[in-house]
């Protein structure tokens, strides 16, 4: 998973932080955390895209986030940065090489789907998908505002500074 799931689930609850009235630009976002403006952009774009941000042209525009973090999971965000493509994809090379399958092997029912490897990794992938369908943006929030109860402040008083 690339870094700019981290960063696009950052910038998300960044945002809620930041209220909802105040678009905030790529470049400010980015320097929150010290990050490249014009590779974060691209993940807000890619959430744009999604309908999980909404994007404002302008000298005051910016980002806001298009729906309440209660309404956006953490695989909507993967989903969106990372494409909706499985992480795993079975080459078949079970059928290649010296250990390519003989005549034993060539039973009807000996096909990718019966691959033991690819079996548990379409399980360990669905499994994993449910994990982050079920857990909203809002909760993670929560954890973060015990985690450091003056972070909303602090982002707010930095983006009004400037």
């Given at each position: 998973m690339s870094e700019g799931v981290e960063w696009a689930l950052h910038?998300?609850?960044?945002?809620?932080?930041?209220?909802?009235?105040?678009?905030?630009?790529?470049?400010?976002?980015?320097?929150?955390?010290?990050?490249p403006a014009a590779y974060l952009n691209k993940q807000l774009q890619a959430l744009a895209r999604a309908g999980i941000v909404t994007s404002t042209p302008g000298p005051r525009g910016g980002f806001r986030l298009a729906r309440p973090l209660e309404a956006i999971s953490l695989m909507d965000v993967v989903a969106?940065?990372?494409?909706?493509?499985?992480?795993?994809?079975?080459?078949?090379?079970?059928?290649?090489?010296?250990?390519?399958?003989?005549?034993?092997?060539?039973?009807p029912e000996k096909d990718a789907a019966d691959c033991a490897i690819a079996h548990a990794m379409t399980r360990?992938?669905?499994a994993w998908r449910r994990a982050l369908a079920a857990q909203n943006l809002d909760e993670i929030r929560q954890q973060a505002e015990r985690q450091a109860p003056g972070a909303p402040e602090r982002l707010r008083a930095w983006l009004a500074a400037r």
């Open positions: 910038s998300c609850v960044n945002l809620a932080w930041s209220g909802p009235d105040r678009a905030v630009s790529a470049a400010r976002l980015a320097a929150w955390h010290d990050l969106a940065v990372e494409g909706p493509e499985e992480a795993f994809r079975c080459a078949e090379i079970r059928q290649q090489g010296p250990g390519a399958g003989g005549p034993a092997d060539s039973a360990a992938e669905l």
